[in-house]
């Protein structure tokens, strides 16, 4: 029961973090490539007071990790946080369709016996 706590309380960090525009921007970017943190401010347009407080809420989160090289702080992205997500995401992968094949589903949920026990 502890394990399915933290794991829900890690979720709701990981998806309060990604709540915010920049944030998720800043995700795709580090996606894609390891980026120093100043030029992440100046590719988002962001003073650095307001990108180390995006960075903060996101390690707070788990999903990104500073190294440092020099004089420089490098960001890079934790994907097996963003795993967790995709993994809750995932459970939903069965009811995903259509309008009509959601439909469908309910009804056929509402027919069934266990439905109605």
């Known amino acids: 029961m502890a394990d399915e706590e933290d794991a829900a309380a890690v979720l709701d960090s990981v998806l309060e973090a990604l709540a915010n525009r ?7 970017i580090l996606g894609l490539q390891p980026c120093a943190i100043s030029q992440l401010a100046r590719m988002r347009g ?13 390690e707070n989160a788990g999903l990104v990790s500073r190294r440092k090289a ?11 946080r ?9 459970q939903f992968h069965t009811y995903w369709g259509s309008d009509q094949a959601s439909f469908e589903n309910y009804q056929s949920y ?6 109605h026990r």
């Open 70 to 80: 020099g004089r420089t702080t490098y960001l890079t992205l934790n994907p097996r």
């Open 110 to 115: 509402l027919g069934s016996d266990q439905h």
């Open 22 to 28: 920049h944030r998720r921007e800043i995700v795709y």
């Open 46 to 58: 962001l003073s650095l007071p307001a990108i180390h407080k995006h960075i903060k809420i996101l």
């Open 82 to 90: 963003l795993r967790l997500l995709q993994d809750w995401a995932g």
